[in-house]
């Protein structure tokens, strides 16, 4: 079992950036995959970005290039690195694990309850 805790949410304005981080305890050595995800509100959760052991990396839609995921695993932590954030970058961030070398979203079975992000104009 993983167990994920997120924080770094707060208010910023828009233009500036933002460092989530999301801590990483339990059964650490079944990760392969770790994610961020988000849900604003009224609107479906959706991929930010995803990592595997390996390396490998997929971006949600529009979001590369501003969003970055990194994992220190010495640390036990994976961070997302948001710049030149929008307001429709409001929203809750989830950070998730799975076991699976997989950008599939249902192959993703360990959820942090989320930090929010408010991004003023």
């Known amino acids: 079992q993983v167990q994920l805790v997120e924080s770094g949410g707060g208010l910023v304005q828009a233009g500036n950036s933002l460092r989530l981080s999301c801590a990483v305890s339990?059964?650490?050595?079944?990760?392969?995959?770790m994610a961020w995800y988000r849900q604003a509100p009224g609107k479906q959760r959706e991929l930010v970005v995803a990592?595997?052991?390996?390396?490998?990396?997929m971006y949600g839609d529009t979001l590369r290039g501003r969003f970055t995921i990194s994992r220190d695993n010495a640390k036990n932590m994976v961070y997302l690195q948001m710049n030149s954030l929008k307001p429709e970058d409001t929203a809750v961030y989830y950070c998730?694990?799975?076991?699976?070398?997989?950008?599939?979203?249902?192959?993703?079975?360990?959820w942090g309850q989320g930090t929010q992000v408010t991004v003023a104009s």
């Open positions: 990592s595997t052991r390996v390396g490998s990396t």
């Open positions: 998730a694990a799975s076991g699976q070398s997989s950008f599939r979203r249902s192959d993703f079975d360990s």
């Open positions: 339990g059964s650490i050595d079944s990760i392969n995959t």
